[in-house]
């Protein structure tokens, strides 16, 4: 069994940039994919961006592009989501998930069978 752990999270002024950070339990999780998603309040979950288990894909939705950068550091079980530029509709629930294999599923979220109990950015304006 897989768990993550999001940490991160806080209440910032917009403009400003945060971290998250999704340490997972096991080694295995070198080998798979990861995403970001979010759910704001009152609203469905959406994608955010999600990195292949080699780092050599990535994906963003659309509205983080140029914003939001995800990497991972497979050494140290952890995937990261850098935040800049921050607005009050970056607000929402951040959770990171994971796939169960080395399959590049880009942020289809019925892929990710591993979740973490997410993490909340606030941002205000």
């Known amino acids: 069994q897989v768990q993550l752990v999001e940490s991160g999270g806080s209440l910032v002024q917009a403009g400003g940039s945060l971290r998250l950070s999704c340490v997972a339990s096991?080694?295995?999780?070198?080998?798979?994919?990861v995403g970001w998603f979010r759910q704001a309040a009152g609203k469905e979950r959406n994608s955010v961006a999600a990195v292949s288990w080699n780092s050599a894909d990535t994906v963003y939705e659309d509205s983080v592009k140029g914003r939001f950068t995800i990497s991972r550091s497979n050494a140290l079980n952890t995937v990261y989501l850098e935040m800049s530029d921050l607005t009050p509709e970056d607000t929402a629930l951040y959770y990171c998930a994971a796939t169960g294999s080395s399959r590049w599923y880009r942020m289809d979220s019925d892929e990710y069978v591993y979740w973490g109990q997410g993490t909340q950015v606030t941002v205000s304006s």
């Open positions: 096991v080694r295995t999780f070198s080998r798979y994919a």
